[in-house]
């Protein structure tokens, strides 16, 4: 199978690094998860990759918590994933940086983007950690405004749904998949895609999201080569 792009904004969940534990990092996860980014790399395909921090902490389920506070907590629960998926990346033989939007020298770089595209253009996997270092803001809205920043044919946010329902389809089994949507559909209705800012987000900036589950990792391959599977949002209605 050939690529269908060139260059991607991967967006993996803290979830889906857990595995089975459903919390902290199960590396046995994050290999079978890398393993076809690898394949993608390998294949000549730009990777980015924006990871989220639920799998260790969710600032808006903080309770009494000060808000910047607990949201800063959960910059540092990305970085702990992005490490994770890098050391992944690294024994699998692929070339990884990690870059973080809070500076922390010892362990990541900071973010600057024409470094970013630097890396991107020799190859090398940039994973972004820290979201966009501002509380308030989802890792969904990271990977909107990172996918914008390097010039990312598509957002692939791997998900544990196999694509974008009327519905929840937890809880309501005649809930309908869509295979096309479009960016104002899902800010209409309100749809569980990415929160209403990430999605405005590449919406002003045409950017369109692949919607799919992570439940087989090879999907991510697939999605790259064009495969049907999950939900595209776009711009046509």
């Known amino acids: 199978m050939q690529p269908k792009y060139k260059r ?3 967006k993996l969940s803290g979830e889906s690094l857990a595995g089975d534990m459903k919390h ?9 998860i890398c393993r076809p980014i690898k394949k993608c790399v390998d294949a000549g395909v730009q990777v ?3 990871v989220g921090g639920g799998n260790f902490w969710r600032g808006r389920s903080s309770g009494e918590m000060d808000r910047t506070r607990a949201d800063h907590m959960g910059m540092l629960a990305t970085t702990i994933n992005a490490l994770g998926v890098c050391d992944a990346l690294e024994q699998l033989g692929v070339v990884v940086r990690v870059q973080t939007a809070i500076a922390m020298h010892q362990v990541a770089e900071p973010y600057i983007r024409n470094k970013a595209m630097c890396h991107l253009n ?5 994973v972004f950690g820290c979201g966009t270092g501002n509380p308030f803001f989802s890792t969904d809205t990271a990977a909107a405004l990172r996918a914008a920043e390097i010039e990312a044919d598509i957002i692939m946010k791997a998900t544990m749904v196999d ?3 009327d519905s929840d389809p937890k809880s309501n089994s005649n809930a309908v998949k869509y295979d096309t949507i479009s960016y104002h559909e899902v800010l209409n209705k309100d ?3 990415m929160d209403s800012t990430a999605a405005s987000l590449c919406k ?3 950017i369109p999201i692949l919607v799919f589950s992570i439940e087989d990792p090879e999907n991510i391959y697939k ?6 599977i999950g939900t595209i949002v776009n711009g046509e209605d």
């Open 8 to 10: 991607i904004l991967l």
């Open 204 to 206: 002003d900036n045409n």
């Open 163 to 165: 694509g974008v329902y």
């Open 24 to 32: 902290g990092i199960d590396f046995d996860t994050v290999l079978k």
């Open 223 to 228: 999605a790259v080569c064009g495969d049907n």
């Open 122 to 126: 020799k190859g090398r996997v940039v």
């Open 48 to 50: 980015g990759i924006v």
């Open 191 to 193: 749809l569980a895609v």
